[in-house]
């Protein structure tokens, strides 16, 4: 066909390239991941646009009805826009051609959509303004109506002999950023903008010298966080620079690195609002094709050098038992965080700022069993607003360092995903990480991390840095590097709440628990302890063994106590014959006495027995019972005379209180599976009786079944 007139870009970006210096690419690339996409063509194919999982592109490849169009002075490919449908990030459907009214016999792309996709901006031909020797590019604004693309329209601007291309519209949607030769620019064809003002574009604008210079500034893209992305081959090849426009034109620019620019054309891009991740035009492979690439790790600017914290801190006290190893117990800290260190001075770092409830306590070494509370305070940990590093502050080349960041926080915000920067070209993520260094110098290690305002629900970037020595083996022995941590000195300023120690009218009883009711001191439940004693405190009777001047004399009896079923057990303070204040956080058990049952039943009136039996320590009834259980309603329904007396057995393993409960709870399950079937209240009658009727006792074996049951007495009523 005659190809005569047909018009061509201004600028033959593609298939041409710049002189210029080369931009070396980093070694160390694993931080990104970079992939040419199957659907590029061997035609050309660049400037994509992604939205609504569609993506749009420029190329120079055969359409749907076999044509391809050629510049006759040139020969180069005219390009036209197709799309193609996204599977996932890179991979598509097979491209399609974008729209007859939209493409046209001319060069069409690159393009840019309206957040809706119902209005376009693209860069085509004006055959209108066309003459003999100048051949300008307009931007068209083509509208989608009732689901059909309307036919391109100039905008009101592009006039003259200039040309006008490569649109990007604002996050506003008013505002158009694109390139220009009009006269008054700083270069070649520099940025200009223009803005939808009372139904009409405005006349451009130039961004300033500030983001154009003395070359060309092209293949604008502005993404939705405000960042405009352009191409410019200032430095010789077409790289990619970017500058924050959100607030004005003012920023200042930046050249970006791999993978958007190597020493080939990079240009054309699509970015997503966090920069991590998106699409390049690029003829890094000898053809212009699209690229997709993803960075593994954010990007985080202005980080702050790391400030030491003040949430570690050393505890100790002075001894008051002199042999803990032959008197087998142990000093523990409880820190009132849910951390316990055992030791009389021990170092803690508290994740969080609050106030705490410290303990030193004495314990069984064994069990881990509270024997005494020797001290107790309230410990404020005042906020850090910090995030924090922990690691040496020198490192031995090529050895794995640790590096841990669990203490770091950030008020009002919560933590997610960390991320650290070695200054070495690697990179890592994860609460605490490990790195070897294989050259010796100074690097800054920065922690970036991506946090949930808890207010606002957004994610917000927060970054620290410290630098470290990278040293051999011989200079780290010769300097002794230490751990860069802060402890704190002892808090010897807080005000204790309790602490009770031997001398004067001080004496030590072992609390074997406390009880609303006044149990005798010679109850069965007080049996075989020696020198039983009650005292009442506001309403409520405690129970206590010994008496004693020193705290080691008090072992024996606690010692008899726990063994005997009080494993609540805990030795406490008394001044004289009144209990000393603040330990109630220690006395801990209730107490029930269990009394003797004796029964008497009328055997003549019981018509049927029914066992229910249960594991060890359960009182959930089990499938097999159930049907002998609904076997005893029915006759109950059959007949209103009939009643049942429900005996609530434990076997004799454990404590009687906690038997005598166990009991109680077995009986409450019998009698709700009754009562679920019918049965009325009034006609039940349960008697918990703990460990006092069992069937069976061995001393060598006493976890007995026939022990652990409930049963049920069928009766004649004697109403």
């Known amino acids: 066909m005659n190809n005569k007139g047909i018009i061509v870009f201004l600028f033959l970006f593609l298939g041409c390239s710049f002189s210029g210096i080369s931009q070396n690419v980093p070694a160390d690339t694993s931080s990104y991941l970079v992939k040419r996409l199957s659907i590029n063509s061997n035609r050309g194919d660049f400037s994509p646009y992604l939205l609504d999982k569609k993506l749009y592109f420029s190329t120079g490849r055969v359409h749907r009805y076999g044509l391809v169009y050629f510049n006759e002075d040139t020969l180069h490919e005219l390009e036209d826009v197709f799309y193609a449908e996204e599977i996932d ?6 491209p399609h051609y974008f729209s007859e009214k939209v493409n046209t ?22 055959i209108k303004r066309i003459t003999k020797h100048i051949e300008p590019l307009d931007i068209f604004v083509v509208h989608k109506v009732h689901g059909h693309w309307e036919a391109p329209v100039s905008l009101p601007f592009c006039t003259g002999t200039n040309s006008y291309c490569h649109p990007a519209l604002m996050p506003d949607e008013k505002t158009l950023i694109f390139s220009s030769d009009i006269p008054g620019g700083f270069g070649g064809m520099d940025l200009y903008y223009s803005k939808f003002e009372n139904g009409t574009w405005s006349q451009p604008k130039n961004l300033g010298p500030k983001i154009n210079g003395s070359k060309n500034e092209l293949f604008s893209f502005v993404n939705a966080a405000g960042v405009l992305y352009f191409s410019s081959n200032r430095d010789g090849n077409l790289d990619v620079f970017s500058v924050d426009v959100s607030g004005g034109f003012t920023g200042d620019i930046k050249k970006e690195g791999w993978p958007l620019n190597t020493n080939k054309d990079d240009f054309g891009v699509w970015i997503d609002p966090s920069g991590n991740s998106g699409y390049f035009s690029s003829d890094r492979g000898g053809n212009d094709d699209i690229y997709y690439f993803a960075s593994k790790y954010p990007r985080f600017d202005n980080c702050v050098t790391q400030k030491k914290p003040t949430y570690c801190y050393t505890f100790f006290e002075e001894s008051t038992m002199q042999s803990e190893d032959t008197l087998g117990m142990v000093y523990e800290w409880d820190l009132g965080d849910g951390r316990r260190q055992r030791g009389l001075s021990v170092k803690h770092c508290y994740k969080l700022p609050g106030n705490y409830s410290v303990q030193l306590n004495i314990v069984d070494k064994a069990s881990g069993a509270l024997f005494y509370n020797e001290l107790s305070y309230d410990f404020t940990v005042e906020e850090a607003k910090l995030l924090y590093i922990e690691s040496r502050d020198t490192f031995a080349v090529g050895a794995a360092s640790d590096l841990f960041s669990i203490n770091s926080q950030i008020p009002g915000c919560t933590i997610g995903d960390r991320y650290w920067f070695f200054g070495d070209g690697k990179y890592e993520k994860g609460k605490n990480v490990k790195h070897v260094y294989t050259k010796e110098g100074d690097y800054w290690i920065q922690l970036g991390v991506i946090a949930r305002n808890d207010s606002t629900g957004k994610s917000e970037k927060f970054c620290t840095q410290k630098k470290v020595l990278v040293r051999d083996s011989a200079w780290i022995k010769a300097h002794k590097p230490v751990i860069t941590k802060v402890v ?67 072992i024996p009896y606690y010692r008899k106590a726990r063994a005997k079923g009080f494993t609540s057990a805990v030795v406490i303070s008394f001044y004289k014959d009144s209990i000393l204040p603040r330990q109630e956080g220690s006395m801990k058990g209730e107490i029930v006495n269990v009394p003797m049952i004796s029964l008497a039943i009328d055997t003549s009136k019981v018509l049927w027995t029914v066992n229910v039996f249960f594991e060890f320590n359960e009182s959930k009834i089990s499938h097999e019972y159930e049907g002998r259980l609904d076997s005893v309603c029915n006759r109950l329904k059959d007949d209103k005379k009939l009643e049942l007396i429900i005996l609530a057995i434990s076997d004799t393993v454990g404590p009687a209180e906690y038997n005598y409960k166990l009991s109680k709870r077995r009986a409450g399950s019998v009698q709700k599976h009754l009562k679920a079937r019918g049965i009325g209240q009034k006609r039940l009658d349960v008697i918990s009786l703990g460990e006092n009727l069992p069937v069976e006792y061995s001393t060598r074996k006493n976890v007995v079944l026939s022990n652990r049951r409930v049963e049920i007495l069928l009766v004649k009523s004697g109403k």
Do not use: M, Q
Request: aromatic residues 10%.
């Open 89 to 94: 990030s890179v991979d598509f459907k097979s």
């Open 488 to 554: 704190w000195p002892p808090p010897h300023n807080v005000d204790s709440l309790f602490h009770a120690k031997e001398g004067g009218d001080v004496n030590f009883r072992v609390h074997l628990g406390s009880s609303k009711e006044d149990i005798p001191v010679n109850a069965k439940v007080f049996s075989d302890l020696g020198d039983v004693k009650k005292t009442k405190e506001k309403g409520i009777f405690h129970y206590t063994s010994g008496k004693v001047k020193k705290l080691t004399e008090a």
């Open 105 to 126: 016999r001319f060069n069409d792309g690159p393009l840019c959509f309206n957040r809706a996709g119902d209005v376009l901006y693209i860069t085509g031909n004006d």
